[in-house]
């Protein structure tokens, strides 16, 4: 079965530290990989995906940034964090290639707070 | 560009009534329609989908409508239970780019 796990669970940094989250997806393979940010009183705010290694699509322009050094390894990370980076950070997943169902696998989440 | 929108952010509903939360979308290239549900602190669980061709999905309490005309879908939850209480996401994909889109969220109450 498939399985993600995303890490860690909460994180407080200083204003200006690096940031690293990292998720794993076991148990598929080529999966599409999402990173989300749900900020206090707001929807899930699509960051970055990717369809394969390397490949990375930007959503929001930011001071974040994602990598996928392995097929189901997905980095979220910022070079300095800054106050507004705040919120819950979420990872997913998809399979695939065209589909009859589809269905998008969540990570529990990690708090991010910047004090 | 908010492509997939759920213009209201709280529902309350009695228990044992329907639930009606409604998502409009701008983007005529998605091939695939959620919902998930979500409480504080935990990532989102599916609830329930349908493709593109379909115009509804059922599955035990939980119905799906799509209105491809109107570019706007809705999930009923009928009849609505308190642990039904959470905030509720529609989103979207597109097949050709593998781009998931959420919309805002509905915070759904069911009050006893």
């Known amino acids: 079965s498939q399985t993600i796990h995303q890490w860690p669970a909460t994180l407080v940094q200083p204003v200006g530290s690096p940031l690293s989250l990292e998720c794993t997806v076991e148990?598929?393979?080529?999966?599409?990989l999402y990173w989300y940010r749900q900020a206090a009183g707001r929807g899930l705010q699509l960051l970055f995906y990717?369809?394969?290694?390397?490949?990375i699509s930007s959503e929001v322009p930011q001071n974040l940034s994602a990598s996928r050094p392995q097929d189901r390894q997905f980095i979220l990370s910022s070079k300095k964090l800054l106050l507004s980076d705040s919120g819950f950070y979420l990872c997913?997943?998809?399979?695939?290639?065209?589909?009859?169902?589809?269905?998008?696998?969540f990570g529990q989440g990690t708090r991010l707070t910047v004090v | 560009d908010q492509q997939v929108k759920q213009n209201s952010p709280s529902l309350s509903v009695q228990e044992g009534r329907i639930s009606i939360l409604n998502c409009d979308y701008t983007?005529?290239?998605?091939?695939?329609f959620l919902w998930y549900k979500k409480y504080p602190a935990e990532g989102p669980t599916f609830l329930i989908s349908?493709?593109?061709?379909?115009d509804k999905n059922e599955d035990g309490r939980f119905t799906v409508f799509l209105n491809k005309s109107a570019k706007h879908l809705s999930l009923h939850i009928v009849p609505s239970q308190p642990g039904d209480s959470a905030v509720y996401f529609c989103?979207?994909?597109?097949?050709?780019?593998?781009?998931?889109?959420f919309g805002t969220g509905t915070r759904l109450t069911i009050i006893p």
């Open positions: 997913a997943w998809t399979p695939p290639g065209q589909r009859k169902n589809t269905e998008a696998f």
């Open positions: 148990g598929t393979s080529n999966p599409n």
């Open positions: 990717s369809v394969g290694i390397g490949q």
């Open positions: 983007n005529s290239m998605f091939d695939y």
């Open positions: 349908i493709s593109s061709i379909k």
């Open positions: 989103a979207a994909i597109n097949f050709g780019n593998e781009k998931l889109t």
